[in-house]
């Protein structure tokens, strides 16, 4: 009985170690396949909608706008071929290009393309959008708006409002398969995290070169960059900027920036009494030391912040525009004449309020904190008393909203829409914004400025609006940019053609040829 | 055989209790927790930086979120009765599928890790039980003491440094192909080794000294021929203990490794529902682990049971 029981737990043990044996066995090899170009990312594909990976279908080239936007920011026909708006400016006639397909061979037309926009308008980034109606005649897609909305086409170049096939959505209104237009099409999806790709024969554009690609999500920026390293992708999006060295040095990759439209900003309470008076706002804003920022923390000196946007994006970014000053004496002179004392410990207070805030950064972005840090040093020098507070980034919204928010730091892109002006709408013309300014009274200066620039279509006119806009800002500091930001991609050396789009709209793979 | 039925009947009857107050538990703290819930779904939605209060009031309504929290917590245990563990907040999948997807990865990591982890921690905690203070033992005690102080990111970091960037011969992260998985095997392997050295070294150790073993070399056995006659069953017993709550501590998932690796499992998708108070897939996710804990730990008993049958005869009088 005895030895009996025994060969079953030695046979139980054999097949549990020839299971593991089984398991281990390589599927295949994790060397680089011909022909397939592996383009990774932090982002992971957590649901098929629009509204929610838009952006991931968009930058893949997976699914397509009417309207896009070209690495100079000069918008071009995507699904539209062109557009008109009448006289009164109230009507928009877009015209669908002739032999646009979906990935399911079926033709685009204008009503499929409406039915896709009309889901998408629902989502709110396309809600700033008077819209009136929306209809076709024939190729022709026609939205009408209730008030003059000059920069419509760049609102609908936003990747939440790509064109799905009708056959996308399931009954219960998800999407259930992405049926697109762009030059690559999804084979296969993996998880969140890996989406296999190939190239669309029938695309209407230029055509890939390469026949596959593979999409990896590497949330985590040491393994993106030790896969960096070990050069086990092609194009690695948003490395670490610190880890550039190491990349480089290990030779398998290449890594390259450039400055984007993307700003590491501060934010004031405005309504607080120990901000409320501009001087105190200027003051603290001199007393940041930006190239020391950008030099020892960022190791990029040219991302140190002169205004609140860069040269990358010129139609709002104004040479002309004085930048902001690093002048610690200037900065105490001008506290003393706002009235605020030094205390005995060494913080200025003025009627019984110290000179004192706690500001919020966001923790998954370590450089925030880092940064906070060296700013609490550096207002220590102008008697201010700071503490930082990681907290996660969907914090600073809802503090903001809660009217809590002292101060803060945060990263925003300004062209999630490829016109500056819808995010400095919801930023620096409402009393709670939504990452920004908070109880500012200048946000009904620049508001009567962007009730204006929307409804204008004098491209002379809407230069000097954007001019005072930008000065308003820059004066009031109710938001400083420190530093702008670097984008970095990891590039194989096989990789060739590659374009880098500071807009991240695109990821521009249809360009890329693999050597 | 009725009292092992009856053992097993009441144990899963515990467990499911178990995993029911467990995923209630899940459901308090996540709505304890300070911030706007909708918010935090809709940024991890939509993105940090593309949320808006608008997107959060939306996904409000959407979700029923704005329902007082009795009716949401009702709503989920009616469905939890008719098996229906809900959808995910953030991806719209069905709960279960999302469990599933992590779940075989874990699996699949977690048995390969542990297996390894006795295929190493075996041969030299009974050699190390078999000359106390001899060499072997010593050094076995230095790695085990090492391995358990330091943390398990270092461990990762230092195999991928030395085999994935110096050596390049496997790849550094990723979870496709048998090579993905060496790394984050040997790296789950070494941190269960650390500590399961010493126990098995200690139940060799105590077997050995034990009268019966004394009894058996009297009686003419060699000491290798005495122990695996009378020594491996008795010092089995605590071993096996162990080995299936470090098995139990593993199917939940290994967060750092996870992340580090950039492999797909249980741990990683429960820290992200955490972050983005996805509350359907903290629930479920409680649910499931909560009930595979107490399944692994019934197993463990069994195991002794068949190792060790006066337990049963105990159960039966």
Known sequence: ?515 | MSATLRIIALRIGQALATAAILASLCFIFVHALPGDLALRIAAARVGDERVTPETADRIRREEGLDRPLIVQYGQWMGNLAQGNLGHSLLSGKPVTQELAYHASFTLQLGLIGWLLSYLIALPLGITAGFRPGGVVDRITDALAVTLASLPTFLVGIGLITLFALTLRWLPPAGFRTGAHMVLPALTLALSLVAFSIPVIRNAVVEVRSAFFMTYARVKGLTPAAAFRHHGVRNAAIPVVTYAALQFAFVIDGFVVIETLFNYPGLGELLVKALIARDVPVIMGAGLIIGFAFAVVSLLADLMRLWLDPRGLEEARA
Do not use: C
């Not at chain 1, 004031?268 to 001087?279: E, H, W």
């Not at chain 1, 670097?486 to 360009?511: C, Q, S, W």
């Open chain 1, 1 to 515: 009985m005895t030895e009996k029981l025994s060969i079953t737990r030695r046979s139980a043990l054999a097949l549990s170690a020839s299971a593991v044996a089984a398991a281990a066995l390589p599927s295949q090899s994790f060397a680089q396949e011909a022909g397939v170009l592996r383009v990774a990312s932090p982002w992971e594909w957590t649901s098929n909608e629009p509204t929610d990976t838009g952006y991931i279908m968009a930058r893949m080239q997976i699914a397509e706008t009417l309207v896009m936007v070209e690495p100079d920011g000069k918008l071009v026909g995507g699904i539209a071929e062109s557009w008109t708006v009448s006289d009164d400016r109230l009507t928009w006639r877009f015209k669908v290009r002739a032999g646009v397909v979906f990935h399911d061979g079926t033709p685009v037309t204008a009503e499929a393309a409406a039915a896709s926009l009309r889901r998408s308008l629902a989502g709110e980034s396309m809600q700033q959008i008077p819209v009136d109606s929306l209809s076709t005649e024939g190729d022709t897609l026609i939205l009408k708006t209730k008030t003059p909305f000059s920069h419509l086409p760049a609102v609908l170049a936003d990747f939440a409002s790509v064109i799905l096939a009708p056959t996308s959505w399931g009954a219960d209104g998800k999407v259930s398969r992405v049926i697109a237009t762009g030059p690559f099409r999804i084979t296969a999806i993996d998880g969140k995290t890996v989406l296999e790709l190939e190239r669309f024969d029938r695309y209407w554009g230029e055509k890939p070169k390469v026949a596959r690609v593979r999409y990896t999500a590497i949330p985590n920026g040491d393994t993106r960059t030790n896969v960096a390293i070990a050069g086990d992708q092609d194009i690695i999006f948003t490395t670490v900027p610190a880890a550039t060295p190491r990349i480089d040095a290990a030779g398998q990759m290449k890594v390259e920036s450039l400055t984007i439209p993307r700003v590491r900003a501060m934010a004031f309470n405005s309504g607080l009494p120990q901000f409320a008076d501009v001087r105190v706002r200027r003051a603290i804003n001199m007393a940041i030391d930006r190239k020391g920022i950008a030099s020892a923390i960022l190791r990029h000196p040219g991302s140190a912040a002169t205004q609140l946007l860069p040269a990358a994006v010129p139609a709002w970014h104004d040479a002309s525009l004085p930048a902001h000053p690093f002048d610690v004496v200037g900065a105490n002179a001008l506290l003393d004449q706002a009235g605020w004392t030094r205390g005995t410990d060494g913080v200025r207070t003025k009627d019984g309020v110290r000179l004192a805030a706690t500001m919020l950064t966001i923790s998954n972005r370590p450089e925030l904190t880092v940064m906070g840090t060296a700013m609490q040093a550096q207002f220590k020098a102008i008697g201010m008393e700071l503490s930082v507070e990681p907290v996660p980034s969907a914090a600073i919204p809802s503090a903001i909203q809660a009217g809590t928010m002292q101060m803060t730091m945060f990263a925003r892109t300004y062209v999630n829409v490829p016109e500056v002006i819808a995010t400095i709408i919801p930023d620096f013309t409402r009393e709670r914004s939504t990452w920004g300014t908070l109880n500012w009274p200048g946000r009904d200066r620049v508001k009567r400025l962007t009730d204006e620039y929307v409804q204008s279509f004098d491209d002379a006119r809407k230069a000097v609006l954007r001019r005072e806009i930008l000065k308003i800002i820059q004066d009031e500091v109710p938001v400083a940019a420190v530093a702008w930001f670097e984008h970095t991609v990891a590039i194989n050396k096989r990789v060739k053609g590659l374009v880098i789009d500071p807009f991240e709209t695109r990821y521009m793979l249809h360009k890329v040829s693999l050597g």
